[in-house]
């Protein structure tokens, strides 16, 4: 590309300096030709009626009368005074080119006359016809220059000092250029050398590959976005790594728990009764919850995920929810705070709206100590509605705050243990209030809890409905 680069500015500035040299060559050519011809042209306007006083002064064509015309002829002009009977009067020609020609003999329709100072490529001729107040006294073969080369020693110099000075100035456009070509194709090219390394490292795993962005142009911003994409898959790489152990560690308490009971049962340490059975029953749960977590988030964030709108009573699935946890809440001694508005309906997945509510509200559930609250409200507006979930738990740091949306993300990761939990649940929350057209909110304050807010339409465009 460097050469190419080169190579076609190199002819860039080749091609302008041939046409350039060729233009000038046509503009004074065409330029000299025409004014010959029309200072040719404008003397012979006046002819007829010079040439009839001569013969109206005279009585007859005076030679001399004659001679003094023919003085006045631009170079190059030849004239064939004939009688209307046809018989020749005189040639006319200017004494001063006669006197130039080496060869007095005029040779009429030939191309270059030496006695020039230019050779004539084409010739003009007309006739014109000479009135007295008697009626017609003779007729005038005219013959002069249409097209000519300067021969003139004097304007041939001209035009070569103008090809010297235009080779020299090419000679030096072409230097700057050449130049100038290397450094900006070098400039172009070495960037992206240096982009096109880099990306090969990123494709051979070195995520920690980063450029440098020295200009603002479309090359520094290819830079920047280079950088940008190697800095997200890092913190993919990281959240990868982070979360395949987190998921091991997951998969791995419940079922070293439900293996030891199972090695009591048959080692007769523990008796296989209700009781036991049920601790097996919700380790096996968790392991359920988990998956159907991960496959849920999965398909959302393919865009996979095909929510199944209906008319849902929002209020009626948030109460439900609110039952399904409040046996627990009650059981850690936290207050809970809901009153059942009246029936509303809205369109939505009945199925994703109660994760999103469930996950919400287990959340608050989990990160608050007893004695605590939690408490869910439900705000109908025009068009939307509006459901805020507050704990008084342990809250969220300032700088978790932009990250726990992230899938697997867990503020500080030992906390989180304990409570269980693979970061998957906010993220969950968020597809699901995207695919509803809502939009979700989170304020908090450690050590004094936190509050999450869901705005949802009532009513889904029916166009994204079959999305
Ligand atoms: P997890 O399965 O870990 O709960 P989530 O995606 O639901 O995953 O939450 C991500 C992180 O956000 C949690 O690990 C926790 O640190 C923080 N978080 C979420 N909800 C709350 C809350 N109500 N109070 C305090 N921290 C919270």
Known sequence: MHKRLFFSSLAIILITLLLSILSVNLVFQKQFSDYL???TEETLEQLPERLSSSFLSHGCWDKDSLYDIAHSLPLGTH???KKPTGETIMTLINPMETMMKSDSEINMGMGIDMGLNYAVEEWKSRTLAIYGPQGLLAFADVRYPARAKVLNPADQSFVSAIYQSLLLAGLLALLIGSLLSYWTSRRLTTPLQTLTHAVQR?????LDEQVSVTTRDEVGQLATAF????????????LRKQFTADIAHELRTPLTSIRSYIEAFQDGVLPADNENLTIINEEIERLVELSSDLKDLNVAEMGALQPNFTHVDISELI????????PLIQEKGLALQWHKPDSLLIDGDEYLLTRLFYNLLHNAF?????PGTISIQMETQPTDILV???DSGVGIPEKDLPLIFERFYRAEKSRSRETGGTGIGLALVKQITLLHQGTLEVKSAQGEGSQFTVLL???IKEQFKNQ
């Open 457 to 459: 339409p009532l009513s």
């Open 319 to 326: 109460d439900k929810t609110v039952n399904k946890l409040s």
């Open 37 to 39: 011809a029309r200072s």
């Open 366 to 370: 989990k990160f608050t100590e007893s």
């Open 79 to 81: 004239i064939l005074l």
């Open 227 to 238: 950088n940008r994409m190697a800095d997200n898959l890092k913190k993919q790489e990281h």
């Open 388 to 390: 805020s979930v507050r």
């Open 202 to 206: 990123v494709g051979e795993g070195h």
